[in-house]
Nanobody, 116 residues
Framework: QVQLVESGGGLVQPGGSLRLSCVAS????????MAWYRQAPGKERELVAF????????NYADSVKGRFSISRDNAKNTVYLQMNSLKPEDTAVYYC?????????WGQGTQVTVSS
């Protein structure tokens, strides 16, 4: 019933930009905070960016602060992650989920590879 479909990843050179999208369905999207997470090979999944349900207050991991920007369009049930000044260490599979009370079933994510 709940679906989280990430897209927008790809191969980009260091310093480049990508915009990820996550289309959600199966729950009242506008009532929940949303977040982006990422998981690099051999590492644990980590929180990257967070946005509240109504006020749009955001928070970011220190590693991406100043480079990434999370936003949402409640009319489209979509959350975005604008990624600028990408670094090789940003390489990971990126997932969206709720910021709290996360769904146990994660989507397939979208691969971001930063390499020259």
């Amino acid at each position: 019933q709940v679906q989280l479909v990430e897209s927008g990843g790809g191969l980009v050179q260091p310093g480049g930009s990508l915009r990820l999208s996550c289309v959600a369905s199966g729950f009242t999207f506008s009532s929940y905070s949303m977040a982006w997470y990422r998981q690099a090979p051999g590492k644990e999944r980590e929180l990257v960016a967070f946005i509240t349900s109504t006020t749009g207050i955001t928070n970011y991991a220190d590693s991406v602060k100043g480079r990434f920007s999370i936003s949402r369009d409640n009319a489209k049930n979509t959350v975005y992650l604008q990624m600028n000044s990408l670094k090789p260490e940003d390489t990971a599979v990126y997932y969206c989920n709720r910021g709290t009370n996360r769904f146990g079933n994660w989507g397939q994510g979208t691969q971001v590879t930063v390499s020259s």
